[in-house]
């Protein structure tokens, strides 16, 4: 029950002299707006010493106001409206309309917009017109932008005060990631994708930047967007067919820089279009083996993801759970796998490395994801049932080695050269190198050992390097999944899956967030392929549809075995 401490008599005194004052002082300054106050001389427009909080207070108690001061209220709020910049902000007094501040501008509760936002979000209470909303939404995205404060954590002008702005909004509005939301930024980003004028070199690079990549991110929005299926497919089945049509025949058993990869979309592409598995295309991929088998395969790294063996068993991988169908023979793929165990055995004992297994890729002992270590024995896990006794042992064993160099923070080195040294600012936290493709390896490793005193390490160790992601993911190399954005919000939703812990769905729904906002996008660097896969907006896209359905989301082409 509300109780009231002070009577109404009261209250309408105090407001009706607070309009008095104010349309007297404008009157003796010839303000063209009803109501202005000063504060020590000055006109002030923020919430703490000037206009807005006081507009905020007189709308807050509305029902004390007649006709004609509510016309006044309302008004001066329309005529701050007016004021707001194309950045969002309002001026902090009257004297600085028009006047740009640089890096002085107020981005605080006290001056400028996120005292606007309390504003705006009260008028739209009053009168429920959509132009506060869209008011209070353009100051949010420059709190986006600047309201991380260095004048401490405060509420006045700190940043707890931007974030009350955000909290504020959302109990509003109660807008969340909501499958309509990303619908929404879904069908933007797919028509962005369609939209792009191809060029020769859009046909090269495989699925990792090729439009191959472009057309499986669209087969992939389909799932979102089953009314625009037709769209999608089209524009997929052109994507893969122009892709084949160049394709380099010296490249063909490389997967995600090679043919290797667009014919697995296009096997999909077939097997969810025309439920049928496409045969000839599996035969070639088959063929593969021999070519990537051979003792002279790549002399500059064969073993690696993104063109070498651990490659081909993702590929394979991914046919097996895209098709449902074997695909091809236990027997096949373990010639692959003795391949690369051999491989890593002969290059650690010759470097004398402290692990039993070890790779290089042009000269270089990579360890992340995409070149190095973790993502070909990511692949070996994903098939322990076809690795022998001595094998697995190599395996966990040069797992064990690699946990045991996590650095502090719960990153890795991008290398083994670079093990221990300091890289500050130049710190790689990303898919391709460091914890972010640690994440993927270590839920694999949790999945397939069967030595329950692993399981808990595995988990310190995930966590570890999800920490540091939360910390540093916010990649300003773009929205992508390799070195972007949605690369640090897979590792979270993956990670999800795994434990159901809420805290990184929320995680994942927050790097979302980011990733889709345009603001993010404009002032993070443009990729060089810019709707791509792997680069671009397109592996933006597959992460938000896997955002809007977590118990089966899966990294575009690196897929994870969780049943």
Known sequence: MAYKVIPDACIGNVVNKVIASGRSYAASKRFKVPLMYQYHGRHYLGAAHGLMGILQMLLCFVEFLDEEAKSDVLKTVDW????????????????????????????QWCHGATGAVHLMIVAYLRTRNEKYLKSADAALNLIWEKGILMKGPGICHGAAGSGYAFLLFHRLTNEQ?????LKR??????????????????????????????????????????EK????????????????????????????????????????????????VNITVIDKVASLINVICAK????NGADEMLVGRAGFLAAILTLRMCLHHEIISNSHVKRVIDCIIDSGRRYARRHKSRAPLMYQYYDVQYLGAAHGLMGILQMLLSFSDLLDDTALRDVESTLNWLLEIQEENGNFAPSVEEIGRNRGSNELVHWCHGATGAVHLMIVAYLRTNKVKFLEVFILHSEKALDLIWKQGILRKGPGICHGVAGGGYAFLLYYRLTQKAKYLKYAQCFARIAYDQNFRNQARRPDSPCSLFEGIGGLLCFLVDVSNPSMAQFPLVPIIFE
Not at 177 to 181: A, F, G
Not at 190 to 218: F, N, P, Q
Not at 296 to 299: A, F, K, M, R
């Open 185 to 226: 930024e879904v069908a933007n980003l797919a028509e962005e994708i369609m939209k792009r004028s191809h060029t020769v070199d859009d046909y090269d690079g495989g699925a990792y930047v090729g439009v191959a990549g472009d057309g499986y991110s669209l087969l992939y929005a389909s799932r979102l967007l089953p």
């Open 229 to 276: 299926t037709e769209q999608y497919v089209n524009f997929c089945r052109r994507a893969v067919e122009e892709q084949l049509k160049q394709r380099g025949r010296d490249r063909e058993g490389q997967y995600l820089l090679g043919a290797l990869g667009v014919y697995v979309i296009k096997a999909i592409l077939d097997y969810e279009t025309k439920k049928f």
């Open 296 to 299: 002279d395969y790549l002399p």
């Open 80 to 107: 701050i409206l007016s004021l707001q910049l194309k950045n969002g902000n309002i001026p902090s007094k009257v004297e600085e309309e028009g006047i740009d501040q640089g890096e002085n501008e107020l981005v």
């Open 177 to 181: 990631v909501t499958t309509q939301i």
